[in-house]
């Protein structure tokens, strides 16, 4: 037989109260975000050819980072993505001479999913970062575009000595003793 006391099944009561409350104000809350967060299945999605041949185009690079690039995919991929990314990549070939200012008064012209799809694709390869303000979603930091372009002369502020992520190499000295 248990021998409940007075004390014991408040302090009981008090205590499942508490964790049903806190479980509603995390699932609200926090759980939700998470889920909101949480990256969509990469391995899951296949990302074409052409898209790496388009960032190639947008950006000017030629050594784009292709884990950035399928994270970049899988955020903005929807049904209609790879028709857009065809139509955005036709466009673009039919006015490669327009840059700039120009470049964006054409856009302005098309459809706005495909001026959208434009600007995620600069934000995504440049900036690191896919979706719309107030539900923005880091994908990158040492592999975006930005920093490529600078990285031999300029380090990002940061609590850190070094470059993003230089705790992952072997020091030289610890290289050249243990080879």
Same mark, same amino acid.
């Given at each position: 037989m248990i021998n409940l006391s007075r004390r014991r099944v408040v302090l009981g009561t008090a205590s499942v109260l508490a964790a049903g409350f806190g479980s509603q104000l995390l699932g609200s809350s926090v759980f939700t975000?998470?889920?909101l967060a949480a /990256? /969509? %299945?990469a391995s899951a999605i296949t990302m074409p050819d052409n898209f790496m041949q388009l960032s190639k185009k947008l950006t000017a690079m030629d050594n784009l980072e292709s884990h950035l690039g399928q994270a970049l995919y899988s955020w903005l991929h929807h049904a209609e993505l790879d028709a857009q990314l065809d139509a955005l990549t036709?466009? %673009?070939d039919a006015h490669s001479d327009v840059i700039g200012d120009p470049l964006h008064q054409l856009l302005a012209q098309q459809p706005a999913a495909l001026g959208q799809l434009y600007q995620q694709l600069v934000n995504?390869?440049?900036l690191g970062v896919v979706g719309q303000p107030g539900t923005q979603v880091c994908i990158g930091f040492e592999n975006i575009v930005s920093y490529e372009l600078v990285k031999d002369s300029l380090l990002p502020p940061s609590y850190a000595v070094g470059e993003p992520n230089f705790w992952i190499h072997k020091p030289e000295s610890e290289v050249a003793t243990h080879g």
């Amino acid at each position: 037989m248990i021998n409940l006391s007075r004390r014991r099944v408040v302090l009981g009561t008090a205590s499942v109260l508490a964790a049903g409350f806190g479980s509603q104000l995390l699932g609200s809350s926090v759980f939700t975000n998470l889920a909101l967060a949480a /990256p /969509p %299945l990469a391995s899951a999605i296949t990302m074409p050819d052409n898209f790496m041949q388009l960032s190639k185009k947008l950006t000017a690079m030629d050594n784009l980072e292709s884990h950035l690039g399928q994270a970049l995919y899988s955020w903005l991929h929807h049904a209609e993505l790879d028709a857009q990314l065809d139509a955005l990549t036709t466009l %673009l070939d039919a006015h490669s001479d327009v840059i700039g200012d120009p470049l964006h008064q054409l856009l302005a012209q098309q459809p706005a999913a495909l001026g959208q799809l434009y600007q995620q694709l600069v934000n995504g390869w440049y900036l690191g970062v896919v979706g719309q303000p107030g539900t923005q979603v880091c994908i990158g930091f040492e592999n975006i575009v930005s920093y490529e372009l600078v990285k031999d002369s300029l380090l990002p502020p940061s609590y850190a000595v070094g470059e993003p992520n230089f705790w992952i190499h072997k020091p030289e000295s610890e290289v050249a003793t243990h080879g």
